[in-house]
């Protein structure tokens, strides 16, 4: 069955099984074209809607019957089984990585979203890394149940004790480990959160894992929370010198238990110039903030 797909300043054209509003890039049903093994050529559709008679005689607006609604679910379920089949080549693409974020939003069961994330195996990293895929992945982790992403992180952790501090550190791969620290169980995201907790102090002064660790302080648990602040603490002098970690440290303050508040209190007192450096700081004076 073919769907009415409309280009900018263009009649509306047909191609098998798919629809994208006015405003969506040619490229988009050309690409679903030539997956579903038809011509991206657009043709003119010139099918119209059937118009039911009132009772008072008076023009009647266009409705759909049941036959053109049956048809019509059938066409959005064609499309939906495209995208999952091709989820991944599409996720990798600029403008494809749109339509499957799109298919996750409208999506009414989880099997559709189970069938694109599902394509996702064995490429989990190469998704979080990439410019596109990332954010496929990121809205996967949102619209779906934990459970259902559990297979990312066991595929992350099957790379090794340090694969939590490279993502952390990768300028895309940084967002899904955000992601999964808000969405997921404290049990899932376990291993993954000893290596960041083991790396945390060189985390906290990088670009990109700096918000992690803030994610991680935010999101954790109260001993994950302790164990970041007890690694601070020892390097306080190089921490409080640096804009990003100055974040780490103003998100301990404020997210730690009374005791680990204490335990970082003293710690930047009793660190010669820590003050100094963190009120000279963007961020430091933050921090400085909420030590009062």
């Not at 009132?54 to 609604?69: E, R």
């Not at 495209?82 to 600029?94: E, M, N, P």
Request: net charge negative; charged share 15%.
């Amino acid at each position: 069955m073919a769907m009415a797909v409309a280009f900018p300043c263009q009649m509306p054209v047909c191609i098998p099984g798919y629809m994208v509003s006015t405003m969506a890039p040619v490229v988009a049903p050309v690409m679903l074209a030539s997956m579903a093994g038809v011509s991206a050529q657009p043709t003119v559709s010139s099918a119209p809607l059937p118009a039911v008679c009132s009772a008072t005689g008076m023009d009647s607006k266009p409705a759909l019957s049941q036959h053109h609604l049956k048809e019509a679910v059938t066409a959005e379920q064609s499309r939906f089984a495209l995208i999952a089949k091709d989820a991944l080549r599409l996720s990798l693409d600029r403008e494809g990585c749109h339509l499957v974020q799109q298919a996750l939003e409208e999506a009414e069961t989880d099997a559709v979203r189970s069938a694109i994330l599902a394509a996702f195996g064995g490429h989990v990293w190469e998704v979080s890394t990439c410019p596109h895929a990332n954010h496929v992945l990121q809205k996967c982790i949102v619209t779906m149940k934990p459970s259902a992403c559990q297979f990312v992180v066991d595929e992350l952790v099957r790379e090794g004790p340090l694969i939590a501090s490279k993502l952390a550190r990768h300028k895309y791969g940084y967002r899904v480990f955000q992601r999964l620290l808000e969405h997921l169980m404290p049990q899932q995201t376990a291993q993954l959160i000893e290596g960041l907790i083991a790396d945390c102090v060189l985390l906290s002064a990088h670009r990109f894992g700096t918000y992690v660790i803030q994610h991680l302080l935010e999101h954790g648990t109260d001993g994950q929370r302790r164990q970041v602040a007890a690694a601070l603490i020892p390097q306080m002098a190089q921490l409080s010198a640096n804009n990003d970690a100055c974040m780490v440290l103003d998100a301990a303050l404020v997210r730690g238990d009374t005791e680990t508040q204490d335990l970082l209190v003293k710690a930047i007192l009793d660190s010669e110039d820590a003050i100094s450096a963190m009120a000279h700081t963007r961020r430091g004076h933050v921090a400085v903030l909420s030590l009062l």
